[in-house]
């Protein structure tokens, strides 16, 4: 007897209920697939975001204790050119760093002459941050910060509204030296544009390194971002950096690209619960679906089972039967489940719908991602789930008295 | 001798009530028989059979194959034990709907150690033992009462068993078809020298076999073939 082909001609026996069972578990299937690759789809698109667009890089290198003590005394955290030398000799040897790119965080206020308010600036060379940002061409009003501009910078949207800057006007930008002193620049409004994120978009400055450093009065810098050939290498440069730079005598601290963007943790946690719960409730409703539909089954074919047990079936085949037939069912609805995840991903594409996330202030299209890893393992997942759940009905059958089988109408 | 029955009770539960279906029962059936159990309802004729049948276990007495005692088995060998020596043909036909007529009888061979050529081989030859060479593939349901019947028993033949039993095998069967199968089951015994045994209520089938085993109350009540009214 094959009892694959048994358990096959067998779920079409009651072609209603296990069309239902099967509707279920594709329904559920879909919604994992569906949520699974949304899922995917948004930590891809923030992990691009994270190290190219927000310009963190995969790796950031800081002095020992800037994090820590950086805000309270900067000047004793910076990485100073002799520093930087250093640095650049050790990370020279390794081919997996593609770019090392300085900057220097400042902050203060911003005037426009009449009213001023408070800013946070990033001071990059622009070349570096071409290079940073070679897929994602700039998209506000103006042009990006360039090296032929050393005071022009790229004010955030809200910001310059806030002050009523508009693009070649001259705003100033206050903060302390790094020595204590008040300095004040002037910055020409070369660009306004969308930070992307409402946290920001209100006071975020754009800026070349040199102006930075002017307005800290500074050579120095307090991170180096760098750029690698592969994201997967991110923890094994990770490690092989602090041990080169330890051993150059330059104690270094050093953080990988999803440790500094908290926005990417926070997303992929949320997600992680929501698709956690999804799958739970899908395994709920396969498992209560599967059990229900074998145990009408089993009922239904009590004299079935007497039957092949008077002919001689082992006990241990009557198990495999109904766990073919779950194992069957699972199949089935895991097949229809990737040819409608495979149809609801293209309509979703063509759709192009279009939402605002919270605290991100540009639409942000739904995509739904087709991946394989997910559809593989949640699929073998739910079709060992159908096969063990209908074991549990087949097992008080295949302890059935025979006669009492037979006996059964 | 084929199988021994020796002094079998079987008592079983129905609700608060004990019930006496077999108070003693001794018999020997030796191989090539062709045995009738007779008797009225609640005589313990299907009791006997499942008995005999192994499927079920005697309350005492002992129910020996060949020299086995087949209480003494486990349900695993027990169960081989089934499959290679006795045949069931069952009165409700019992064919497994979903197979036609070559895979119901391929079923008990399949159980076993039979290749799958073997068993179709073997299958079909049965099948055409019993006149059914044409309707190998019409599953149960394109079948009539009667020829469902030979369809079970071509299935109970297929092991080769040492003993087929019966439980009232022409009960859903109109009296010419009866006939016929009762003819086909003699035939068999007569050529092949298969041991049969069925519970039958109709006269007319019972006076056609060699032996008759007469129960009433659990009890062999030895009486002459005619003398059942």
New interface residues.
């Given amino acids: 007897?094959n009892i694959i082909s048994?358990a096959f001609?067998?779920i079409f026996?009651n072609k209603r209920r296990s069309f239902i069972t099967i509707l279920a578990i594709s329904i559920g299937f879909v919604a994992i697939n569906l949520f699974g690759g949304y899922a995917m789809n948004t930590f891809k698109s923030l992990k691009i975001s994270a190290i190219y667009g927000e310009g963190i890089g995969h790796l950031t290198v800081y002095k020992e204790g800037f994090l820590d003590n950086g805000t309270l005394d900067p000047a004793k955290y910076m990485i100073s050119t002799d520093d930087m030398k250093t640095i650049e000799a050790v990370m020279s040897k390794d081919s997996r760093i593609v770019k090392v790119i300085p900057k220097l965080s400042v902050s203060g206020l911003v005037s426009n002459g009449i009213n001023s308010t408070i800013f946070i600036a990033q001071g990059v060379n622009p070349d570096d941050e071409d290079f940073l940002k070679k897929d994602f061409p700039y998209s506000g009003e103006g042009s990006p910060i360039s090296s032929k501009k050393p005071t022009g910078g790229q004010v955030a949207e809200k910001l310059a509204h806030m002050l009523n800057l508009k693009l070649g006007d001259v705003a100033t930008i206050m903060a302390n030296t790094l020595d204590g002193q008040m300095n004040a620049v002037d910055l020409d409004v070369s660009g306004i544009f969308n930070t992307g994120t409402a946290a920001t978009n209100d006071k975020f400055i754009l800026m070349p390194l040199s102006l930075a450093q002017s307005l800290y009065n500074t050579e120095s810098v307090d991170r180096l971002v760098l750029l690698l050939n592969d994201a997967n290498n991110t923890v094994p440069v990770k490690n092989d950096l602090l041990e080169a730079l330890k051993k150059a005598d330059f104690s270094a601290e050093i953080k990988t690209w999803d440790e500094l963007s908290a926005f990417y943790s926070q997303v992929k946690n949320m997600f992680s619960m929501i698709f956690f719960f999804i799958f739970c409730i899908v395994l709920l409703i396969v498992v209560t679906s599967v059990i229900n539909t074998m145990t009408m089954s089993v009922v239904e074919r009590t004299?079935?089972i007497?039957?092949?047990?008077?002919?001689?079936?082992?006990?241990t085949?009557i198990l495999e039967i109904f766990g073919a037939e779950g194992f069957a069912i699972g199949f089935v609805g895991t097949v229809c489940g990737i040819a409608a995840t495979l149809v609801l991903i293209l309509a979703i594409s063509a759709g192009d719908i279009t939402y605002y996330p919270p605290g991100i202030d540009t639409p942000v299209k739904i995509i739904v991602d087709f991946v394989p890893s997910i559809i593989i393992t949640s699929g073998l997942f739910l079709i060992g789930l159908s096969f063990v759940s209908a074991i549990i009905p087949s097992s008080k059958a295949s302890r059935l008295?025979?006669?009492d089988a037979?006996g059964h109408v | 001798m084929l199988l021994s029955v020796k002094d079998v009770k079987k008592t079983y539960h129905l609700g608060d009530v004990l019930v006496e279906a077999l108070r003693g029962i001794s018999i020997d059936i030796a191989e090539g028989e062709f045995v009738s159990v007779c008797g009225p309802s609640g005589s313990g004729k299907s009791t006997f059979l499942?008995l005999i049948?192994t499927?079920?276990t005697p309350t005492s007495g002992q129910v020996v194959y060949n020299g086995q005692d087949v209480s003494l088995m486990s349900?695993?060998k027990r169960?081989?034990m089934?499959?290679?020596t006795i045949g069931?043909v069952?009165q409700?036909f019992?064919l497994?709907?979903?197979?036609t007529a070559l895979e119901n009888v391929?079923?008990?061979l399949?159980?076993?150690k039979s290749s799958k050529k073997e068993a179709r081989d073997k299958a079909m030859e049965m099948l055409s033992a019993v006149g059914l060479e044409k309707f190998v593939q019409h599953k149960p349901n394109k079948l009539s009462g009667g020829q469902r019947q030979r369809v079970a028993i071509a299935?109970a033949l297929a092991?080769q068993p040492s003993i087929i039993i019966a439980d009232e095998p022409t009960a859903n069967l109109d009296s010419v078809t009866s006939f016929q199968i009762i003819k086909i089951m003699q035939e068999l015994n007569e050529k092949d020298d298969i041991t049969f045994i069925f519970s039958t209520h109709d006269p007319r089938l019972i006076k056609e076999v060699k032996r008759v085993v007469w129960l009433e109350d659990g009890h062999i009540v030895k009486k002459e073939k005619g003398d059942l009214s």
């Fill in positions: 007897m048994f001609r067998n026996r004299q079935e007497g039957t092949l047990r008077a002919l001689g079936l082992q006990k085949r008295n025979i006669v037979l | 499942n049948g499927i079920d349900d695993r169960t081989a089934r499959n290679s069931f069952f409700s019992n497994i709907p979903v197979f391929m079923l008990p399949t159980f076993g299935r092991q």
